[in-house]
């Protein structure tokens, strides 16, 4: 019995897919991605459109149907507009500086934090007190966004740290007499 999936993933023009066995390869103007699909699913593409069946109805089958369309979706919105993760500084005397390639923090240690760029990643500090994450690969945008957050999560008393834009952080109350 084979599934279709119920939502076709739309390709604009301009975005070329190559579809092999076990294997999706997206290719567009912001650049090429490709990624690994389980051999049980079926990927095809039909028209301006890809759709991606399930052999069966069970749970492991929706499961990976699921996630390899929101893989291929994600490499298709990635090749065209690309994803971006905002973070915000918090505290007296943190910032964030561009050094080529790489971000340079200071956040309240003894000596500057360093933060290389991961292949296809680009770093953009519009304010010392903000850091924008851009590239073409969703997990390899929230990976690097996690990894210069934990250089310096925020602290629930006085609410410094670095924190995602928009993150709620709840605070504590301090000591009381």
């Known amino acids: 019995m084979s599934r279709i999936g119920r939502k076709p993933i739309p ?21 090429s991605l490709s990624e ?3 051999r049980d699913m079926t990927v095809t593409q039909d ?11 069970r749970g492991p089958h929706r499961a990976l149907h699921g996630l390899s ?4 979706a994600n490499m298709v919105e990635g090749v ?4 971006t993760r905002a973070l915000e500084i918090q505290g007296v005397g943190y910032r964030a ?13 003894s000596h500057p934090v ?31 966004a996690a990894k210069i957050r934990k250089q310096r999560p925020p602290e629930p008393y006085k609410g410094k740290g670095i924190r995602y834009e928009g993150e709620y952080v709840i605070r504590k109350v301090g000591k009381r007499a």
């Open 11 to 31: 390709v604009p023009s301009g975005v070329d897919i190559t579809i092999e066995p076990g294997l999706v390869t997206v290719k567009g103007p912001k650049g």
């Open 47 to 57: 028209g301006g459109e890809v759709l991606v069946t399930r052999p069966t109805d």
């Open 114 to 144: 360093f933060v290389d760029a991961p292949e296809g990643i680009e770093f953009e500090v519009p304010q010392p007190t903000r850091i924008i994450v851009k590239g073409t690969n969703k997990q390899v945008v929230g990976e690097t």
């Open 97 to 109: 500086a561009l050094k080529g390639k790489n971000l340079e923090l200071a956040l309240g240690y």
């Open 80 to 83: 065209t507009d690309g994803f």
């Open 69 to 72: 369309r929101s893989l291929i």
């Open 36 to 38: 690994r699909i389980h």
